[in-house]
């Protein structure tokens, strides 16, 4: 009986390591979500007022630009997914994983090859486990994303949908990552970034009704294009960047939330196998002293006799 109150004595310490690390590991998520969400504030200005600058450009003139223009029979799209690089995050990355394979499958049902580009280790080993090939990838910064890591991954996606499908371009893009709505709720979606649906955009940004001046544009709106839209590109994916990294620390405060409390419900469970190994091995010894004392006694009775 001895040996089994020992067992339950480490279990009840190695219980309770893990749940001071899980404990911590919420803390510290936490902290994070909080930081995340003032850098999801902070970016919202400047994404506002360069995606009016971009709706008036593209509506103010009559220029064709490859990242405005619907292709007329679309082959070829590159998909954009937002992972993290590490667990311990809940459903967090499956979820986004899974937004993005039904992304997939109703892009092939419509005759489309897709170009899957990918952010996080999480996602990679997906696709590094299936076999699947990657166009490119990036790693190392999910949980704290800067502007310069959304402009490395937005420079092969410009560049792709800037060529022809029969050159190895493609004529969509699109993007999914998991939208930060609150502490509880994080959402995995899935957004078409280019061609800029001009409609949506000026709906999004409140300008719904709203008759745009024409302009002149020097040296012409071609070239304004060109250098608003790779700048509108990096700052939706910084947004979305922002975004997914709020929703991890969420996702992973919620999960450590609930492992510390399952560590909890354990603790509770072992201290009273614990207590009652403890007791029965109390009972037995009680019981061996009188069947000892009793037996000693007969046989003091009897030689007595």
Known sequence: MGAQLRVYKRRIQAVTATKKITKAMEMIAASRIVKAQRKVAASLPYATELTRAVTAVATG??????????VEAPT?????????????????SSNAIKAA???????????????????GRKGLAYYGFRERTVAESWTGFTDNPSYADAKAIAA???????????????????IVFTEFVSMMTQNAIEDRMLP????????????????LPL??????????????????????????????????????????????????????????????????EITQEISEIVGGASALADATAGSDK
Request: aromatic residues 4%; proline residues 3%; hydrophobic residues 40%.
């Open 61 to 70: 003139s009559t220029t064709k630009h490859p990242l405005t223009t619907e």
């Open 76 to 92: 070829r799209a590159a998909v954009l997914l937002l992972t993290s690089d590490r667990g311990l995050a809940g459903g967090y």
């Open 101 to 119: 394979e039904r992304l997939r499958e109703r892009l092939g049902a419509e005759g489309k090859e897709v170009d899957t580009y990918i952010v």
């Open 156 to 174: 092969p996606l410009i560049e792709a949908i800037s060529k022809d499908s029969a050159e190895g371009g493609v004529d969509e893009l699109h």
């Open 196 to 211: 800029l649906s001009l409609d949506k955009v000026v709906e999004e940004n409140g300008t719904k009704g709203e008759i």
């Open 215 to 280: 302009f002149d544009f020097e040296p012409s709106a071609e070239d304004v294009l060109d250098a608003l839209l790779p700048r509108y590109v990096e700052s939706r994916i910084y947004n979305a960047l922002l975004q997914a990294a709020a929703s991890e620390h969420a996702a992973r405060r919620r999960a450590m939330k609930s492992a510390t409390d399952n560590a909890g419900d354990l603790i509770k469970s072992l201290s009273r196998l614990a207590n009652a190994a403890r007791q029965a």
